[in-house]
């Protein structure tokens, strides 16, 4: 009987390294996510020079253009989208203290002074200030972070304001129409904010370390291992490409985002797009899971060496 065990466990094991591998050699394609704001110099640099689809040859890659923190984890989790390439960190936390099944690979950036709070109204100077305003922007990301941050440091909450979800282009531009007091800004938007005279309020310096990053599943990681290799292969040419070929990366994405290439230039100062996770990026990780903890973001405490395979 002992014999008889072991020999159908071992067909077990067999026949579920035969799936997985199957699983791996099956895939018929893989879709990144593809978020342009507020300043994705990566990701607009990969499209255009086709960087995704040379490493993955034999297998078409797709992209998915969904700014919403919430949406990308929901793709992910799906399985409509395999990699997440740009992804708020409060997101990531959100859908792993949810119980969903999301990894780091990687980090994208930071980019805390990109992240802007901007109204026509100038005497909105103060977290007090915008009791009860109007104040639109992307749930669920950096941005919504940076702004229950910033209420918190005055002991305020995100429901003594009027918050308004949407994308940071619609945002833009229910501020330019005056239907909001406050847009969350950040990237081409805030810049042409400032241009246009518009009062900032505050940036995300000193709220939020804006940490983006690039995530998949535990499951795909695990099932697909040359495909996170060639991920990782990517993202190094992409940062050599970008590296050798400043003044043409920033007019690429000046065309992608409708800014001079002066504007790409002078905003590109505020990002860190260094791949490499750090002590200091792994200290901005808990910081902000501790501050989702506290302001009830999140229903329990989080230590973020869950978001990691070891």
Not at 57 to 71: D, L, N
Not at 99 to 106: E, F, P, S, T, Y
Not at 157 to 171: C, N, Q, R
Not at 203 to 208: E, H, P, T, V
Request: charged share 20%.
């Amino acid at each position: 009987m002992k014999k008889l065990i072991i020999v159908l466990s071992a067909a077990v094991l067999m026949a579920t390294s035969s799936v997985v591998f199957a699983k791996a050699k099956e895939l018929k394609k893989l879709t990144f996510t593809y978020v342009t704001s507020p300043l994705n110099i990566p990701s607009i640099i990969e499209k255009d020079q086709k960087i995704f689809a040379n490493e993955f040859k034999g297998t078409p890659v797709e992209y998915a253009e969904i700014t919403s923190g919430a949406e990308q984890t929901q793709a992910l989790a799906s399985g409509d989208v395999q990699v997440l390439y740009a992804v708020g960190g409060s997101s990531v936390i959100l859908s792993a203290a949810n119980g969903a099944d999301i990894k780091v690979l990687n980090m994208y950036s930071r980019a805390p002074k990109a992240f802007c709070l901007y109204s026509k109204d100038a005497s909105l100077n103060s977290p007090e200030s915008l009791r009860g305003k109007k104040i639109a922007g992307p749930a669920g990301t950096n941005l919504h972070e940076f702004l229950t941050a910033y209420l918190a440091s005055a002991g305020m909450k995100i429901t003594d304001v009027s918050y308004v979800s949407m994308g940071i282009p619609a945002a833009k531009a229910a501020l330019d129409g005056g239907s909001i007091d406050v847009a969350l800004l950040a990237g081409a938007a805030a810049y042409n904010a400032g241009a246009q005279g518009y009062h900032k309020i505050t940036d995300g310096d000193g709220y939020i370390a804006a940490i983006i990053a690039v995530a998949t599943t535990e499951k795909f990681y695990k099932q697909n291992p040359d495909v996170i290799k060639k991920v990782a292969s990517a993202q190094k040419k992409i940062a050599d490409y970008i590296a050798k070929n400043k003044d043409q990366a920033f007019a690429t994405t000046a065309k992608y985002l409708g800014l001079t290439e002066q504007a790409v230039k002078d905003m590109s100062s505020a990002y860190d797009f260094s791949t490499e996770l750090t002590q200091a990026d792994m200290e901005g990780w808990q910081k902000t899971a501790d501050f989702m903890y506290a302001s009830g973001m999140i229903d329990n405490k989080f230590d973020v060496k869950k978001l990691f395979i070891k």
